[in-house]
């Protein structure tokens, strides 16, 4: 047991790696933590974290959401609505609403699955990718670019320029003192906008008409616009990007649930879910105190800025029983990582398409992964957690050389990669051409089972591995020395497997085995 006070510096490195012993610490000892060094107060548990984000009379929006931004007393310019109060965050809010609507983000994921593809096609072969580099950096801001009007080719510049801004230096608080939200770098993209109108966001922001917090119907002008895109190139590219990267990280932490989700896909909704509650991208939100309020028999005077802990509150056994487990299967309570009321996310729906397409695209391609801790790094920010680079393998990944398996799984003689759990035979199959020996690894689930075989001619994924009593039954699609499909049925009594494959038009051959 730790005996000494608790301590939470959210700028420290250690911390910012593992934030949840610090996290449990605050909820059960200092529900309400003063931080003198920094000068902030911040709350832990879910119901003081709910009730606060709700409370916009008490905790106000308009002095900054950020911490360093509202210790720094910065003017807010017009049109950063994030950084708003009613009424006028009611009105530019309400410019957005008509926009990203859960009907209409929905209505993308045609687009969003090209775009995944796009970037996961060429990666299958070799069997490795990064989740931010190959996916989270790529999909996310070609969905928003393709929103707003960005020409493609432009569209990482604009991503490049986001990340940037967030970056700080390890161990130190972010400087506000030259931040800008203008919008710079969009101008050129504005004025054309202003002559050639395009069915774009951009475009749609240009013309809207609108009355404002005076009563005055007017436009928005141009410096209001360029804020508005900046905010959102930003923001639509920050969540989901981080999102896909701890969806990579969890997974592969927990490979049983991820063949749960790949045998039934119904799963990948509430997956998404517990994903954004364990891991969220945003792990606080701040806000400045207007006015005296008291938590815990404390006094948090006027003036005071306050962090609302979203990473603490959504592991609080308070409201979600075993809050430390991560379980797709968890009954489903409404988490706070898109934070609560009139400021909750507006892009929440689209990063939530995004993050189920992402997923159910990577187990089209890649059943099984292992990612490669000691060359990730995460994101040097303060304002979001996530990786800014994640590496990982998959099956088809058979230079063992080049990889560090995860700390689940253990090498196998040769260059082969031992899947967590796994079940290993050595397979003869008596095929026209003459034997052909393989290796196999099965990971059981219930009735059905994931794996690969590996031969002289590669490795193949098992598919539709289905269990029934002592027989095994899958499918696979071979590629060497011709592309062919496969289907196997096999008995197993105790370490030995007999049974036939069918070759498709070079008719069956018997299967033999021995457990390994």
Not at 92 to 102: E, K, S
Not at 268 to 291: G, S
């Amino acid at each position: 047991m730790n005996t000494s006070p608790v301590r939470w510096d959210p700028y420290d490195p250690a911390f910012f790696a593992n934030p949840y012993p610090t996290y449990a610490r605050l909820r059960d000892e200092s529900p309400l933590y003063y931080n003198e060094q920094y000068d902030f107060y911040a709350v832990s548990r879910y119901e003081d974290v709910r009730r606060g984000l709700l409370d916009r009379d008490t905790f106000i929006s308009g002095r900054g959401a950020i911490l360093e931004f509202i210790k720094a007393n910065a003017p807010v310019p017009s049109g950063v609505f994030i950084f708003e109060d009613p009424p006028l965050h009611t009105v530019h809010r309400g410019l957005l609403n008509r926009v990203f609507t859960p009907k209409k983000m929905t209505a993308l994921e045609p687009l969003i699955r090209q775009y995944c593809a796009k970037a996961l096609d060429p990666l299958v072969e070799g069997g490795r990718f990064d989740f931010v580099a190959d996916l989270g950096a790529q999909m996310p801001m070609r969905v928003i670019g393709m929103l707003l009007g960005i020409p493609e080719e432009d569209q990482q510049a604009v991503r490049r320029r986001a990340d940037s801004a967030l970056i700080t230096e390890a161990g130190k608080p972010m400087d506000f003192s030259e931040h800008s939200f203008v919008g710079e770098g969009f101008e050129e993209y504005l004025d054309w906008r202003a002559k050639h109108p395009s069915d774009d966001l951009m475009t749609e922001l240009v013309n809207a008409e609108f009355e404002d917090e005076t009563g005055t119907t007017r436009r928005l002008s141009r410096d209001e616009v360029l804020i508005f895109v900046n905010i959102i190139a930003s923001a639509g590219n920050e969540t989901t990007n981080r999102l896909i990267g701890w969806t990579g990280k969890v997974l592969a932490e927990h490979p049983d649930q991820r063949r749960q989700i790949y045998q039934d896909r119904e799963l990948i909704p509430q997956t998404i879910e517990e994903v954004l509650r364990y891991e969220p991208p945003p792990p606080h939100i701040a806000r400045y105190v207007a006015r005296d309020t008291e938590f815990y028999g404390t006094k948090v005077p006027a003036g005071s800025a306050i962090l609302f802990l979203v990473g603490a509150a959504n592991r609080d056994e308070r409201k979600f029983a075993d809050g430390e487990r991560f379980d797709i299967q968890r009954a489903r309570l409404p988490h706070l990582t898109f934070g609560n009321g009139a400021h909750s996310c507006i892009g929440n729906a689209l990063a939530r398409v995004e993050g189920r397409v992402a997923l159910d695209e990577l187990l089209n391609r890649f059943p099984e992964w292992n990612v490669e801790l000691d060359k990730a790094r995460l994101s040097c920010t303060s304002t979001v957690r996530g990786w800014e680079t994640l590496p990982a393998y998959t099956l088809r990944a058979n230079d063992n050389s080049k990889a560090r398996p995860a700390e689940s799984a253990t090498a196998l003689p040769g260059d082969a990669v031992r899947l967590a759990g796994a079940e290993v035979w050595k397979l003869t199959l008596k095929t026209p051409m003459g034997p052909q020996e393989m290796s196999a690894q099965i990971v059981r689930q219930g009735d059905g089972f994931t794996g690969r075989i590996d031969s002289p001619m590669g490795s193949e994924i098992m598919k539709n591995g289905k269990i029934a009593g002592d027989t095994l039954t899958w499918t696979m699609e071979a590629t060497k020395p011709i592309k062919i499909k496969l289907s196997f049925e096999a008995k197993v009594v105790g370490d030995k497997m007999t049974g036939k494959a069918k070759l498709g038009l070079f008719g069956s051959a018997a299967l033999t085995g021995q457990r390994v």
